[in-house]
Structure formats: C-alpha cells, structure tokens
C-alpha cells in the first residue's frame, strides 16, 4: 500500500513563500496522477495543484501564478512551490495519489492521502 508523508509547512507573513514536499513510499510516480488539497477550518476541502502522469499540471484559479507543482521521480517526492502567499492561503495541505494515466483534474478521486502539513499566513 501506498503511504505520504508531507512536510515542509510552517508560519509565514504574507507574501513569502514555503515549498511542501510529499514523500511517497514505494516507486508511484509512473502512471499516477498527484494533487494537492488544502483544508481551512469551518472550510470544505479545496483542490489546489493537479500533475497528471504524463505531466500537465491544473491549478485552482486561486493559486495561479503563485504556487507550482512539480514532482523529482528519482526522489519519489512531490512538491508545492508556494509564492506571494495570502492569508487566505492557511489550511491544512495534503497531498494525495491515485493509479492513474489519463487526464488528471483536481476532481479526481483521489483514494491515497496523506496525514497533512499545516500553513499559516498572518497578515
């Protein structure tokens, strides 16, 4: 079975940035489609970046611009760039996977997910 491990969140004043790291046990990258969610409280659970096997990426409209996703295949890790953040930008991050090859948006059912890195922003 597959298992994450995110890390990487912490507290940051608005505008700085913060890169997330998901570490996946065992070799998921090929031929799996990986997103990023976040989650603030009282909130429902939001996609925020998308990377489909082959490698488009989809982000919410609003993180365009600021965050990046990307994965190191070699290093079985996924990441989050997080730029010019917001204070609407804290939630709970997880990252999540799913054994898939086709087209990859952030509705996708993901079924794998991690325990979550927190982000705070203060203004």
């Known amino acids: 079975q597959v298992h994450l491990v995110e890390s990487g969140g912490g507290s940051v004043q608005a505008g700085g940035s913060l890169t997330l790291s998901c570490v996946a046990s065992g070799y998921i990258f090929s031929g799996y489609c990986l997103g990023w969610f976040r989650q603030a409280p009282g909130k429902e659970r939001e996609g925020v970046a998308s990377?489909?096997?082959?490698?488009?990426?989809t982000y919410a409209d609003s993180v365009k611009g600021r965050f990046t996703i990307s994965k190191d295949m070699a290093k079985n890790t996924l990441f989050l760039q997080m730029s010019g953040l917001k204070p609407e930008d804290t939630a709970m991050y997880y990252c999540?996977?799913?054994?898939?090859?086709?087209?990859?948006?952030?509705?996708?059912?993901?079924?794998?997910w991690g325990q979550g890195t927190q982000v705070t922003v203060s203004s």
């Open positions: 990377i489909a096997s082959y490698g488009t990426t």
């Open positions: 999540a996977a799913e054994k898939w090859i086709g087209y990859c948006p952030l509705s996708h059912d993901f079924k794998t």
